[in-house]
């Protein structure tokens, strides 16, 4: 199997694969990545984690269901963030006979019930846990000799997502550990993105792809509730060095964004968001959503810059030139045949840069246009390079290709992940429950495909209107006795223009069936 797909169509002819070659880097090859027949995170995840923003203390089920609340409201969930959930945040312990069990002081409803909610506002459920014996606080306890048991409780708890630090591990191996975590995974049996967060012990880089989606590449990138910008760019140059590792399924995490927290101008948050769009980072906020500025809202809701970080192809862009204090990035080819260049500059004052076509993969003799990711403007045709003026501490993220459409790759948005159906009676019924999925890109996507092997109890129908798609689950309680009924439904589609694998759409259905009689 290929390490990367690469789309079938595209590239003109113009555009010499030679040229492209040298404006890659000579790096060791890419691990060999596990098996993407999960569908899961064949682009970067997007969503938002408390740690950055409220450390521990704060974190509770208010916290959590006002920031998945202010997701839906801010309009982050409609530029595709969607995972959600406590980062440590005492959220369970071990029981006496060796069970994870919810914290219900500060989780009232219980962590299925918490991630009920999530689902039920077209968001995803993330949860955290450690590798070790404890979690970093020591709050909570790690999942060393309970991987088994753990990661059924995550299944249960319908988490879609899972980060696993690596604290209090003294002794372990990490390449075994978190390999032995997949398998408990797998043996769970509920897909999920796997988050690997070793800090860079191990170089995860070199063999993390063969078990996980993605993996922290550095320390963290701030202290919590203190936004460090310096620190940031130092894990940004390290992760920048890493981009031969990075693909659909398989990402590089330089850590949890600081876009918005105190501290940072608006320039240097367009910076950062930039730098991880052009890296492929997983676009996962952590500033307190609850309160964000029009000028944060902006940055991070911006769809063509969100187009660039999830790009079907996947690539990981890096630095090609460096002028003084000014950066030119490039490497990142796009599922339409474009390039991404960004100009980044760190210095402070007004930097103008000349960007020639060879050194961001591009013929020289090109005639292209540019399209200015920030200003929402199109330039061009540009012969042979393009020059731009970066403001202080300030990028200018370009899309270069050779005509004037620039599609946004496709942006997922569904009105729930949940649907829950409930019957009264020995009666058979037909119930029926109804979800939309909606695109948010640029393009119409064909219908989604449903995978078969649904219970006897469940069948979907999917029709299509223009960019929005309704998928219709109906239940039939024909011979079914009373209890609960659970089954999750996985839906296929692909991104029309590149012919590449999207991924995969999951949701749970529940089918709760009672044959009470009497009285009220
Ligand atoms: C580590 C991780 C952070 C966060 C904290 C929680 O430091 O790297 O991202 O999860 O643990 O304690």
Redesign the pocket.
Known sequence: MPLRRRPTIILGVAFASLLIAGALRAQSPAPRPHDTTDGLALTPPMGW?P?NEFG?EPQNEKLIKETADALVSSGLKEAGYAYVGP??GICFFRDASGELTPNLERYPSGLRGLGDYIHERGLKYAL?TDAGTR???KAMPGTKDHEFEDMAAFAAWRADYL?V?W?NTEGQDVVKTYAKLHEALAAAGRPLVYSL?S?GVGKPWEWAASVGHLW?TT??ICEPGKADLDRAMKVAAANEKLSEAAGPGHWNDP??MIVGMDGLSEAQNRSFFSLWCMMAAPLMAGNDLRKMTPSTMRILTNLEAIGIDQDPLGMQGHIVRRDGKVEIWAGKRLFDGSQAVLVFNRGATPARAQVAWPEVGIAESAAMYARNLWTHQTSGPHRGSISVVAGPSDVVLLRISKGEAFPVPPIIVASSYRVSLRANGPAALKLTGALTVKNNGSEDLPPWRVRPGLPSWLTVAVTKNGKSQTLTNTVSTAGLKQGLYHAMVRADNTEPISGLPMSALYYDVDLEITHSTGGK
Do not use: A, I
Request: a negative charge; glycine letters at 6%; aromatic letters at 22%.
């Open positions: 984690y740690w521990q980062d440590e955290y979690t970093c606080s980060k630090d604290c967060c800090w922290r320390g963290d850590d949890m």
